[in-house]
């Protein structure tokens, strides 16, 4: 621009005792502002909603130091606060607790999980646990499940990655699906959240609790992984898929009533699912009746490969319209047990997350749109939201065409 100075006449401008500002030397709010914005946040947000997988960096008590990075739910190369905890102590003392709120302990070493939170005042900032199970642990008293709760009243969401039977175990139902290797399911997830308190009260060792009922949970989660390789043996839509859902209607235990009596929020995840068994896990819904909020998502992202990478790669053979099918006769049932909470429960808002497959989305709009529309309205095309109207749609009678 004419007449501004250049950068040469600018630079002798600038005092020659100028020192440079260092990111240390900035005031601590500004830090933790820096800090907020280079949070990843809660890395089970996008992860839930995929096929289940076994954590990475799991590692047991051989490994175990007194050292943070055993216990936080991320690593290095994808988590930048865990470089700065490593830069000075200034840094590091403002970076654990953004660390900690999301947490994943190994279940060999609890209590030096907890022993670590304590020395290091980390116990109040912690939000979400997440652990990863390979066999049942409830053989150890008191129950893994009770510490971590009792000690961490700031948690509000506990997250449990493991195979079925040891989630069927966990709600304290014993059963094995002779079916299960058809699906071959190696991992499912359970998450439960409860509201955040003031105060929690403790839970009693002593009553034998049960993970379902030891809390007044209002959420839950499940993710129940991929069918798809069930659809490759004989007469498929006989199998009975492995499932906590499942065991749970069929054994009808006093904690899996006060569970579902309780929620208020529901998500249901899972790939290519029987539309049998997506009718009992809807039988499981309707006993939910202070529900508000339903999530289903019954088919696989867009850009999945998982029809190669299951189906193929295990040499099996399928009808590839089969899976589909399930899927559209499931969108159906959904629509029924809406309907029912509609009138006899407290149930307002519905996603199906399915609509984001482009070749899905009229068929699933239209038959959901179609059945829901005099209590419920659609929230716009491609959003896969439904909420419930204030009142219901009066919808006239046809009128009679005229015969000439």
């Not at 004419?2 to 601590?28: F, W, Y």
């Not at 609790?209 to 839950?220: D, H, I, K, Q, Y």
């Not at 005099?374 to 009066?394: F, K």
Request: hydrophobic share 40%; with cysteine; net charge negative.
């Amino acid at each position: 621009m004419e007449g501004a100075p250049s950068l040469r006449q600018q630079a002798k401008t600038i005092p020659s005792s100028h020192n440079a500002t260092t990111l240390l030397n900035l005031p601590t709010e500004l830090l933790n502002h820096i800090v907020f914005f280079l949070d990843n946040g809660d890395p089970l947000t996008a992860s839930i909603l995929r096929k289940p997988k076994a954590p990475q960096n799991t590692l047991g008590t051989s490994h175990l130091k007194a050292n943070h990075s055993y216990f936080d739910d991320s690593n290095y190369r994808d988590c930048p606060l865990k470089i700065l905890t490593v830069t000075s102590r200034l840094l590091r003392k403002l970076v654990l607790p953004f660390l900690f709120q999301h947490a994943r302990p190994s279940p060999e070493c609890f209590g030096q999980f907890l022993a670590f939170l304590a020395s290091n005042h980390l116990a109040s900032k912690v939000t979400s646990i997440h652990v990863y199970l390979t066999t049942h642990c409830n053989h150890v008293q008191p129950p893994w499940w009770g510490r971590i709760l009792n000690a961490l009243p700031s948690a509000t969401k506990i997250t449990v990655t493991a195979p079925p039977e040891v989630l069927n175990g966990l709600a304290g139902i014993y059963s094995w699906s002779n079916d299960a290797w058809a699906f071959d399911m190696p991992l499912q997830v359970l998450q439960l959240r409860r509201p955040l308190k003031f105060y929690h009260d403790q839970i009693d060792y002593e009553t034998s609790p049960n993970f379902l009922s030891s809390e007044g949970w209002t959420g839950m989660t499940v993710n129940e992984g991929s069918s798809l390789l069930a659809y490759t043996t004989y007469e498929f839509f006989s199998r009975r898929t492995p499932s906590l859902l499942t065991a749970l209607r069929h054994n009808d235990s006093m904690a899996s009533g006060t569970l579902f009596a309780n929620l208020t929020h529901f998500d249901f995840i899972a790939i290519f699912p029987f539309y049998n068994h997506v009718d009992e896990v809807l039988h499981c819904i309707r006993k939910m009746k202070r529900l508000q909020r339903l999530f289903l998502k019954l088919c696989p992202d867009p850009d999945t490969t998982i029809f190669r990478d299951e189906v193929e790669s295990a040499g099996g053979h399928m009808d590839i319209n089969d899976p589909w099918n399930e899927c559209e006769t499931s969108w159906v049932l959904l629509a029924h047990t809406v309907l029912y909470l509609t009138l006899e429960g407290d149930l307002c808002e519905l996603e199906v997350a399915d609509v984001q497959i482009e070749a899905l989305r009229h068929t699933l709009e239209d038959k959901m749109s179609t059945q829901l529309h005099e209590w419920w309205c659609y929230s716009g095309h491609a959003s896969g939201l439904w909420r419930r109207r204030n009142e219901r749609l009066v919808i006239g009678p046809e009128t009679p065409s005229t015969v000439t």
